[in-house]
């Protein structure tokens, strides 16, 4: 199919590297003059120079005949518009856009575009696991969302050792994300007994960091 | 309710001001409201305007510069993109009675205003004025 992408940022590029290597024919169109030139030494003629929210510029790569058109640009402004005309005004039939706010996802909605792509939204799917957690290492805060993610390391003497995570008490608004032991991670089930020595990722919501730490009892580092 | 109070924004914000029309202003950019000012006595609220920072796709900032009781909408940023989507929401979202987008480049002002978007393209007014006088031009060379 022919796939024509908007944008030729990580996720531009990356996604034209993949669809070409499934033998898609694939345009890139991207407006930075400096961007273009560094991704045209690997592109070559798949990659375009111009403002991809113009009509002449997408009548240039071929709109038209396109089967998909991706809109990938870091403006949310110019991935709805570029979605739109390709859709109403070309009549392709399937369009992809990213939102980069997810607080815009409504205007994508209202312009009639989906499915629209959020990694801030992606992530929290991720997250939306159920699981439970515990030694604290604060690593990502997500002030939009009103959520932070920190890493606890089950102590010696950590009193949920050897318990299973569907017997743990978590304050609500605490959830386990993923399990670290012995250098290798997953996603803990219900049935997973923790170990002390295991490095734990929980989400939850602003303030709740010392509720949790004391939950999990002193860390390793404490300890030793 | 006129968003992106640049030259063209704030000099209709005056103008519609002193012909008895309440008007609001919301802009990104803190210093449009000294260019509000240019040329009056008072300040922009003594004579009776509104003003208000914010960015147009921040839903709050749209209520809170008045949106949902405009009876127009002019979307005149310096940006082609904004203006149509911002004219879109207040449009399908806002239901404003009377919405005009500022679209600088004429192919999309001209799609736009098929699919039923008030546009106004001044880059299309300078082309036409300007084949206008140059034809003239031409016109009296070849007379000559």
């Given at each position: 199919?022919?796939?024509?992408?908007?944008?030729?940022?990580?996720?531009g590029?990356?996604?034209?590297?993949?669809?070409?290597?499934?033998?898609?024919?694939?345009?890139?169109?991207?407006?930075?003059r400096?961007r273009?030139?560094t991704?045209?030494?690997?592109?070559?003629?798949n990659?375009?120079?111009?403002?991809?929210?113009?009509?002449?510029?997408?009548?240039?790569?071929?709109?038209?005949?396109?089967d998909?058109?991706?809109?990938?640009?870091?403006?949310?402004?110019?991935?709805?518009?570029i979605c739109?005309?390709?859709?109403?005004?070309?009549?392709v039939?399937?369009?992809?856009?990213r939102?980069?706010?997810?607080?815009?996802?409504?205007?994508?909605?209202?312009?009639?575009?989906?499915?629209?792509?959020?990694?801030?939204?992606?992530i929290?799917?991720?997250?939306?696991?159920e699981?439970?957690?515990?030694?604290?290492?604060?690593?990502?805060?997500?002030?939009?969302?009103r959520?932070?993610?920190?890493?606890?390391?089950l102590?010696?003497?950590?009193?949920?050792?050897g318990r299973?995570?569907?017997?743990?008490?978590?304050?609500?608004?605490?959830?386990?994300?993923?399990?670290?032991?012995?250098?290798?991670?997953?996603?803990?089930?219900?049935?997973?007994?923790?170990?002390?020595?295991?490095?734990?990722?929980a989400?939850?919501d602003?303030?709740?960091?010392?509720?949790?730490?004391?939950?999990?009892?002193?860390?390793?580092s404490?300890?030793? | 309710?006129?968003?992106?109070?640049?030259?063209?924004?704030?000099s209709?914000?005056?103008?519609m001001?002193r012909?008895?029309?309440a008007?609001?202003?919301?802009?990104?950019?803190?210093?449009?409201?000294?260019?509000?000012?240019?040329?009056?006595?008072k300040?922009?609220?003594?004579?009776?305007?509104?003003?208000?920072?914010?960015?147009?796709l921040?839903?709050?900032?749209?209520?809170?510069?008045?949106?949902?009781?405009?009876?127009?909408?002019v979307?005149?940023?310096?940006?082609d993109?904004?203006?149509?989507?911002?004219?879109?929401?207040?449009?399908?979202?806002f239901?404003?009675?009377?919405?005009?987008?500022?679209?600088?480049?004429p192919?999309?002002?001209e799609?736009?205003?098929?699919?039923?978007?008030?546009?106004?393209?001044?880059?299309?007014?300078?082309?036409e004025?300007?084949?206008t006088?140059?034809?003239?031009?031409?016109?009296?060379?070849?007379?000559?």
């Open positions: 199919m022919y796939v024509l992408i908007v944008g030729a940022g990580k996720v590029w990356n996604l034209a590297r993949e669809l070409l290597d499934k033998r898609h024919e694939v345009t890139v169109i991207e407006n930075d400096d273009y030139l991704v045209e030494q690997e592109l070559e003629h990659v375009q120079y111009g403002d991809g929210s113009e009509l002449w510029v997408l009548d240039r790569a071929g709109v038209s005949r396109a998909l058109v991706i809109a990938v640009t870091g403006d949310d402004e110019d991935n709805m518009l739109q005309v390709s859709k109403e005004k070309y009549k039939d399937q369009v992809i856009a939102v980069n706010n997810p607080r815009n996802k409504q205007w994508f909605e209202l312009l009639g575009i989906a499915p629209v792509v959020s990694a801030t939204d992606l929290l799917r991720l997250i939306e696991h699981v439970p957690k515990y030694g604290l290492v604060h690593l990502l805060d997500l002030p939009r969302e959520l932070e993610i920190i890493e606890l390391l102590g010696e003497d950590s009193p949920v050792a299973r995570v569907a017997d743990l008490e978590l304050p609500d608004g605490s959830l386990l994300i993923s399990v670290l032991r012995d250098g290798t991670g997953f996603v803990p089930s219900p049935d997973t007994v923790l170990e002390s020595g295991d490095e734990v990722l989400v939850l602003p303030g709740m960091e010392d509720e949790l730490k004391a939950y999990f009892g002193p860390d390793g404490e300890s030793g | 309710m006129i968003v992106g109070a640049g030259r063209v924004g704030s209709l914000a005056r103008s001001l012909d008895g029309h008007v609001s202003c919301l802009d990104e950019d803190p210093e449009a409201h000294a260019r509000l000012e240019i040329g009056l006595e300040s922009w609220e003594d004579v009776g305007g509104q003003f208000t920072v914010g960015t147009a921040e839903i709050e900032a749209l209520q809170e510069a008045g949106i949902e009781r405009a009876d127009a909408f979307a005149s940023t310096d940006g993109n904004t203006n149509i989507v911002i004219a879109q929401i207040a449009m399908g979202r239901e404003v009675p009377t919405v005009i987008a500022r679209i600088l480049d192919y999309r002002a799609w736009y205003e098929q699919q039923g978007l008030h546009t106004i393209c001044p880059t299309r007014v300078a082309i004025m300007l084949e006088e140059v034809k003239e031009a031409a016109a009296k060379v070849a007379a000559q």
